[in-house]
C-alpha cells in the first residue's frame, strides 16, 4: 500500500487540513448564513461552498509556486502571514470572536456559499499554504501526489457531509458540545500557527544566509 501512497504525508496532510479548515465548527457559521434558506437552498449551498474551497485549494496546490513565483513572493513569507492569520483565527475559535456572523437583509441576492464560505473561511491562507507544504514534501513522487489527492479530497468529504447535515449534527452536539469541539479546535490550530511561524523564520534566516 505504502509504494501507491505515502501513507505519513497522507494522515499529516489530512489532519492539518482539517484542523484548519474546521468541519465541525464550520457548522454554527454555515447555520447563521443559510438561516433564511430553504432545506434544499442549504444544501445546494452546502454544495457550492465545497467545490469552491476544493478548486481553489487544488489550484494553488497545482500552480501555487509559480503564482508567488510571478508576484515574488517567496513561500516562507506566504507560510508567515498564513501562520498569522491561522494564529488570529485560533484566537477566534478559542474566545469565540466573530464566529457566528449573522445573516443579512441582503443575504438573498449574495451567494454566501462562494464568499465568505468557500474563501476566505474555507479556502484560507493557512489552508493554501498548507496544501503548498504538502506539494513540496511529495517533492514529486506519485505516491506524495496520491496522498496529498486523497487528503484534498477526504477533507473535503468531511466539509461537505458538516454542512449538509448541520442541523443534524448542531442538534446533537448541542450548543455547548459545538462550542467545546469549536474550542479543542482552536487550542490545536493555534499549535499549528506557532509551528508554522517558527518553520518561516527559520527558513527565511537560511534564505539570508
Request: aromatic content about 8%; some cysteine.
Amino acid at each position: 500500500m505504502s509504494e501507491f501512497v505515502d501513507l505519513t504525508l497522507l494522515a499529516t496532510t489530512f489532519f492539518t487540513l482539517f484542523v484548519i479548515m474546521d468541519p465541525v465548527g464550520t457548522v454554527p457559521v454555515f447555520l447563521a448564513l443559510t438561516s433564511r434558506m430553504t432545506a434544499a437552498q442549504r444544501r445546494k449551498a452546502a454544495l457550492q461552498a465545497t467545490a469552491v474551497a476544493f478548486g481553489v485549494i487544488l489550484v494553488f496546490s497545482l500552480f501555487g509556486q509559480y503564482i508567488l513565483g510571478f508576484l515574488q513572493i517567496s513561500l516562507p513569507a506566504l507560510q508567515l502571514s498564513g501562520g498569522l492569520l491561522l494564529l488570529l483565527v485560533a484566537m477566534e475559535l478559542l474566545m469565540g470572536w466573530g464566529r457566528q456572523p449573522e445573516a443579512s437583509d441582503d443575504s438573498a441576492n449574495v451567494n454566501v456559499a462562494l464568499v465568505p464560505l468557500g474563501t476566505p473561511l474555507l479556502a484560507g491562507p493557512g489552508a493554501i499554504v498548507a496544501a503548498m507544504l504538502a506539494v513540496q514534501d511529495a517533492d514529486g513522487d506519485v505516491a506524495g501526489w496520491v496522498a496529498i489527492a486523497v487528503a484534498l479530497v477526504g477533507v473535503h468529504l468531511c466539509l461537505w457531509l458538516g454542512m449538509r447535515f448541520s442541523v443534524v449534527i448542531h442538534r446533537v452536539l448541542g450548543d455547548g458540545g459545538t462550542t467545546l469541539v469549536t474550542r479543542l479546535a482552536g487550542l490545536l490550530l493555534a499549535a499549528i500557527a506557532v509551528q508554522l511561524m517558527a518553520d518561516a523564520v527559520f527558513a527565511l534566516i537560511e534564505q539570508e544566509l
